[in-house]
């Protein structure tokens, strides 16, 4: 394998061609026309334009891609998340056309790629699931026969889905039919597949993944667990390895179940395995993602392997270069994905150009981004600015430093999320890791919204600052930025100056 | 002598004055307080931790970033008062109409010609003054009738600058 | 300890900061005129102006940075590394002031910070030293002497000396009054003592380094080895850990060895004791650095501790949190200084201000750096921009990574190191670990001039490249760049851009 | 129709010619290569590696940044011919080997006198700049024929220090 062609965009394209770059593998970017001047094009040895901007014309056009491949020699194609990572029949496309595909084979991502019957083939291996559907309902009487049957709340999911896409929690038998209607739009927009399914709604659990890996020689291992309770709209928000809830003896037992898994369907490649895990300390098969997760890197962190690394030798057709027993975790790792939203306006994306974008560095901290100063946060992607990670000796000074990073992270363009995650990791309920996936929404909003109403902020000395930081914006000259548009004309400028103050 | 400015923040309106010296808000002495601003980063101490926030300007609008949030601004300095009043020293008209300096300053550029049909409010010319070129528009419609100043001219303070009939 | 003084300036004094603000310590930086618009500035919860420029009169003033202390409430100085950090006199004075000194203490920095008296230290503890006149030589005569006895080459070193300051290779008798004089001014205007010692030279040896920790109750600890061989005008550009040329075995022997140094002074905190390794596997005491060293990262990324957290915590009077046998090493880290300057024009420095500046990120990728885009490299201060550190599961992985991370750095406004760092990285000197002090000035070198003058670039292809990335640079509207002068002018902006073309 | 641009890297002459879809570089066709330009950051695709490069602007002078290294750049495209029309600007050069301040610093010591035969690459002066004392040497074999500096002159980057012929 000497070129790889990075089916994807932003930080996990850089992240993907980093790797590469390491490994001497020569990498081709495909981008959209919006992203022509996005940071994994410039990171890539070749580029391949795939036109349009929706995602439909460009990073989910199969043809296009392997076709990219083909003109510029690629020999294997990395998905990436999203996208087409988790599509079989693309995973089958790639290898027909003689292409390595750096990611499982087809037929384990039909089995698990289908939650329905993954599902059903972890019952047949005895790995307990949540109650629900036998498959995808085809309509909504068939979803309210299942939900009186176990009690509602329920849950409807996406069968191809991730990330969120495509999932309602449905409390009442009146809400079901509208649910499925927009889970099923949604799905189908995300995933090109509407198929949606329906599981009992467990209250209050945590949602624990194992990071497994397996070669084709029939060796599998897992990479401990990941917490990854804390969500917003079924969206994780932080991530943390190790979790604070599991044990050494549960991380045993729940690896070894999540290894059980992936040999159940002669997986290789990474993978994860999610499981809900409840106050009892059971936990329940829910699905396995068939590639690299957005939070890979605190696994990364905690175990010090790279994991692309590992993805590329395993494609190569090499064994796993570790065993179980080398596997040692050591120290905590936080991430925190740094997104363009309005927090308390509903987590709407924040569109616009970065035009102001420091962010933090120094010790045990890793930041993973597509972005720099003068990016632009378009409409047409998920609005997410960079995944912030910090290592620490133990999970108290992983997350202090992840609230210096944050302190440090100055941004202007867009609003972001930070501030809400400064907030959620100084509060108890994150501290002592007592929260589960409906933490943020029952108590850390809420609480952020009264918080953020009755913020005392020493109004006056901000007054006086920001004077000061006008009058300085006006005199000195080492730091103004103005765009060429403003070369152009000399009239916008003086205009834009004048009115600007005129404001008041 | 103190500069002066008033900040609105979102709702609340705050008056500033700022000398040398001293700092007032709403009348109120400030002692002085640790504040940096560095690019258009600033940090500044408030008791045991620091505040840090950025000025974001977007076309014409002023946002105040601060924890990741967005507040409307508004700053209104000396100085933008003064080009206030400039504006309205043009003696305006629905024909004939005289535009003088308000200010001492330096003509950087001249946007129109003699005979040229401008609007109300379209630009005129550039004049530089406290360090800022200022834009000096028409006070009318009307014609250009006469331009009696150069560019890289010096001008008075009211000295006549551009006829217009 | 709850708030802290940060005598330094540059990215040791944010360094210091950011670990501080992990610890909910509030820090006071100090700075000098020249430093107004430093990130270190801005990375402090409170700062006072000490005026200046030089460092005599800023980060050498030792009244003034007392002063400041007093004023804001510190109750400790954290020095850094450099300026003060081995004063004796200044800790001794900082403690009597009532301030705890993060370092070790007076008596310690005494023995170890005049060379000559930790040669003798050493020499009663029975550690190996090399050869050497007994103290500070008064003249050129004694040195002369002395060479005569022990053979030429000779090394001058200034007995307060770090940083390959006031060091000097002679390598005949005409030369040596002139470097002497030359290597006590340096002496002088960098440490405000010019007392110079010989020592017999030692031809292509290994510059091996010990981290050592010690508490106020006795005990001691090394957290491994440096590898600081790749040197250029004594100063060390690259720097790893482990060393490839360390076996375990060496690695205990020349670590017990340090502590023994360590405990032979009265030592506490952090320490680095500095080992020439010869061939043979045969190492001599070098001398003790009673500080952080630059090159600390590597030891954290390696032992994944905070070692600035250990320095606050042992100076607290806590214990050492650890012992030796929970000192666990895994994997390999590299460190590359970037520093402003002309190479090949004699490792000149280049000052300038940064007027573009995107620096690598991703995973396995530290970077520690006082630096933002805008900056002023100036000529009163080391020109170093940045600490880029590489960590990797071995040693041919984490080279891998810093020549990716070198090569996704943009810089512009001043000349780097890094085209030279990149072809050391590549090349089998570095590769094979065989490489010593003189590597770099013996052979890579007079490598890379060849290399660059014989540099194939294709230039048709660059020629064509400029032309279109200069059309793009006066149609693109996105990022183009101005002072504020430049708005209070539109003639001064049309005449510059004209005068800018007409230059051919 | 195509665009012109003659492009000088270091004593290197190229004529580049550019239109929608094609590139001539020394009257040789060149076919689309992978070329990206962000920011001002470019990337080239040459064979297996790409390179990167900067064209930096210090006030009027251009420089190429590749690998760390700094090459003086001259562009000049149709449109600059056209400026110069006006303002005709010629360089006197002179065929003497200058040795220019790299950085600004303090002139330590002098080592040679005017009318010394130096050879490649001996030592001329010390420049003082960083707390270190930086030996400047001969670029060429010359005789000196004028020292612009004294012992303990400051200079700034870039202006002459000493003039071989």
Known sequence: MKSVLIANRGEIAVRVARTCREMGIRTVAVYSDVDKNSLHVLEADQTVALGGSTPAESYLDQAKIIDAAKRTGADAIHPGYGFLSENAGFAERVEKSGLIWIGPPASAITKMGSKTEARALMIDAKVPVVPGTRGAVSNAQEAIEFAKKAGFPVLLKAAAGGGGKGMRVVRNEADLEAALGAAQREAKSAFGDDAVYVEKYLEEPKHIEVQIFADKHGNAIYLGERECSMQRRHQKIIEEAPSAAVSPELRKSMGETAVMAAKACGYANAGTCEFLLDKTGAYYFLEMNTRLQVEHPVTELVTGLDLVRLQIEVARGNKLPIKQEDVKLRGHAVEVRVYAEDVLGGFLPSTGKLSLWRPPSGPGLREDTGMYEGSEISRFYDPMISKLIAFGENREAAIDRMLRALSEYFIAGVMTNIGFCKFVLERDEFRSGNFDTGTIERILLPAYREYVENCEVQPDWLAAAIALANRQYYTDVTFFKRSMADVQSGWKTAGRAAALNNHG | ?165
């Open chain 2, 1 to 165: 002598m103190f500069d002066r400015s008033n900040i609105k923040i979102g709702k609340h309106e705050y008056e500033v004055l700022h000398s040398e010296s001293q700092l007032k808000v709403n009348g109120k002495d400030v002692p002085e307080k640790d504040f940096v601003l560095i690019k258009r980063m600033a940090r500044i101490n408030l008791g045991d931790r620091y505040k840090s926030f950025v000025v974001n300007r977007n076309g014409d609008d002023l946002w105040l970033l601060m924890n990741g949030r967005e507040y409307p601004l508004v700053i209104e300095t000396d100085r933008d008062r003064l080009l206030k009043v400039a504006s309205q020293n043009t003696e305006g008209g629905s024909s004939g109409a005289t535009i003088r300096a308000a200010m001492p300053g330096l003509v950087v550029r001249i946007a129109v010609k003699v005979g040229q049909t401008v609007k109300r409010s379209d630009p005129v010319l550039i004049l530089e003054a406290m360090k800022m070129e200022n834009e000096v528009r028409s006070p009318a419609d009307g014609v250009v009738k006469e331009i009696k100043v150069n560019e890289r001219d010096s001008v008075d303070k009211g000295s006549v600058m551009v006829v217009l009939e």
